[in-house]
Each structure stands twice: as structure tokens, then as C-alpha cells.
């Protein structure tokens, strides 16, 4: 895909992810992480890195930064982290031609998994443990929606704009 093709993908995805981040579950947790995976499946891990971190700044923006500007930067980083695992997951597992849905699986309970437990580790110094913790069912089920329908509306994509082999094909 040429720079500039990825460029405005780029600026499509960032701007889905700014309406996501207005679409709220609680606070800051919103839909704001769906286009980013798609991003990084469709662009790669550079890509869905910087996506992952501005969806997630420009939802805590949107909200006023309730958990204040140091746990949302982290949170953002660990946003970034989470879009490069999952695509790290899912490319790996498919490059040793393991089943496409077991690799989406897979790929998504590692997002969750770094999306969740981990990102609330890297916070819970500036928040205490228990407020982290606090959050955790909140965040595993909006978490796995955000990246299960990400999958799903991957896998109906055009095929000159998927990257990986979408799930079930």
C-alpha cells in the first residue's frame, strides 16, 4: 500500500475513533479502540500503535480526563501496546498456517489480556491497586467487544485493504 493510501487510512481510522470515543460505557471506557485494531490490521503495528494511543487520548479528552492526564497518558501507551500485540499474535499465528478463527481468538484474549490486567498494572502506581481493580469489569467486557467486532467488520473488508487473511477465510 503506498505512503499516502496510508496516510488517509490513517486519518479515516483516527477520525472513527474520535465517534467511538464519544460512543461512552463508563467514563472514559467507549468505543474508541475498534477502529484501531481494524487500523492495525489493516496498516500494521506502526500504524495501529500511534492510532491506539490518539483513540484513547481523544476519548479521555472527551471526558475530561477523569483519571487525570499521567494515568491516561500510560493508558494510551498501553493502547498502542495492546494494537501491536494483537496484531503480533494474530500475524505469528497465521504465518505457522494455524486456523484463521484460532488465530483471531487467540489474538483477541491477548488484546484483552494487555488491554486489561496489564494496562491497569502499568496505572495502578498513580491510582491505587484497588481503583485499578475497580475497573476490571467494566473493562474486560468492553474490551472484548471493542476487538471481537473490530474481527467481524475486518472480515468484510475489501480484500485489496486486508492485510492478514481475515477470520474464517
Known amino acids: 500500500m503506498n505512503p499516502t493510501r496510508q496516510l488517509v487510512y490513517a486519518a479515516v481510522f483516527i477520525a472513527l475513533s474520535f465517534v467511538g470515543a464519544n460512543i461512552k460505557i463508563m467514563g472514559s471506557i467507549a468505543f ?23 483513540a484513547h487520548i481523544l476519548t479521555a479528552a472527551t471526558s475530561g480526563f477523569p483519571l487525570t492526564l499521567p494515568v ?7 493502547m498502542g501496546v495492546t494494537m501491536v500485540a494483537f496484531y503480533w499474535s ?6 505457522h498456517h494455524v486456523n484463521s ?17 496489564i494496562a491497569l498494572l502499568a496505572t495502578s502506581p498513580l491510582m491505587t491497586f484497588k481503583v485499578a481493580m475497580a475497573l476490571v469489569p467494566v473493562l474486560i467486557p468492553a ?13 468484510f473488508l475489501p ?11
Open 72 to 78: 491516561h497518558l500510560i493508558n494510551g501507551v498501553m
Open 32 to 54: 474508541d479502540s475498534l477502529p484501531a485494531f481494524i487500523s492495525v490490521l489493516v496498516l500494521g503495528a506502526p500504524w495501529g500503535f500511534a492510532i491506539g494511543f490518539l
Open 90 to 95: 494474530v500475524k505469528l499465528l497465521l504465518d
Open 101 to 117: 478463527i484460532v488465530a483471531y481468538v487467540v489474538g483477541c484474549v491477548v488484546a484483552v489480556i494487555f488491554n486489561v490486567p
Open 159 to 169: 480484500k485489496r485493504m486486508q492485510r492478514l487473511t481475515p477470520p474464517g477465510k
Open 143 to 155: 474490551a472484548f467487544a471493542n476487538v471481537i467486532i473490530a474481527c467481524v467488520i475486518y472480515r
